[in-house]
């Protein structure tokens, strides 16, 4: 299967839900890697359940910016990405680890894009009052979740929401999707051209 190296910051359901794919090898995708930036993501206890390598690159033990990204991109080519997911990774990745994957590295995020991009897209898009909301698979660029978007599935609002329950039923759909296209990326190409991605 293609070599995938996972990003994760936090809980790593969505980490969860590959590691559970990835066991069949008709899959396509094997994660070889997950790679945090914060040493205490539940996301490494998962990975090291499952036997996965893991690493972590924390900021703060870089002078800056630009140095944490090459050191990232560097540990993620050491695993021999073939195929980057950001699930749950709460950094923007810069440029010097986008030039390493290019349109290599998809992300995961909780809201229809481009409505309600950054780090609160579900708490956002509550306090907006839309009645559906859902989840995005996009290919990264150098903006923050303005890339080519792979493919999106729509997640009621119900009445009595709080963040914590949108979140959950977005979840839901969000390691469906997820899954079903990092398989089909795996098994086949992916091609960006402008805003319009073809998997084939
Ligand atoms: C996911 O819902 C993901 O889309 C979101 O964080 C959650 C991580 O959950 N990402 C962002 O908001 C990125 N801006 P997980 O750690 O359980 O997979």
Not at 39 to 49: I, K, Q, S, T, Y
Not at 94 to 104: E, K
Not at 152 to 171: F, G, M, N, S, Y
Request: proline letters at 6%.
């Amino acid at each position: 299967g293609r070599r995938v190296v996972v990003l994760v910051s936090g809980a790593g359901s969505n980490l969860a839900a590959l590691l559970a794919a990835h066991t069949d090898r008709r899959y396509g995708a094997r994660v070889v890697g997950v790679v945090s930036d914060n040493p205490a993501a539940g996301g490494l206890d998962m990975a090291r359940a499952a036997g996965v390598p893991t690493a972590v690159v924390a900021p703060r033990d870089f002078p800056d910016r630009a140095a944490w990204d090459r050191a990232l991109a560097q540990t993620v080519e050491v695993f021999g990405a073939e195929l980057v997911v950001s699930a749950g990774f709460m950094r923007i990745l810069g440029a010097a680890f986008l030039d390493a994957f290019p349109s290599r590295v998809v992300n995961t995020h909780p809201a229809l894009l481009p409505s309600f991009p950054g780090a609160h897209g579900v708490r956002d898009a509550l306090a907006y009052g839309v009645a559906v909301t859902g989840c995005t698979l996009h290919v990264v660029d150098a903006g923050v979740d303005t890339g080519p978007i792979i493919a999106q599935a729509a997640v009621p609002v119900e009445p009595d929401d709080d963040e914590a329950t949108l979140h959950e039923r977005i979840k839901v759909a969000e390691r469906a999707l997820l899954v079903d296209w990092v398989g089909r990326i795996a098994r086949g190409t992916l091609e960006v051209d402008g805003r319009r991605v073809t998997v084939r």
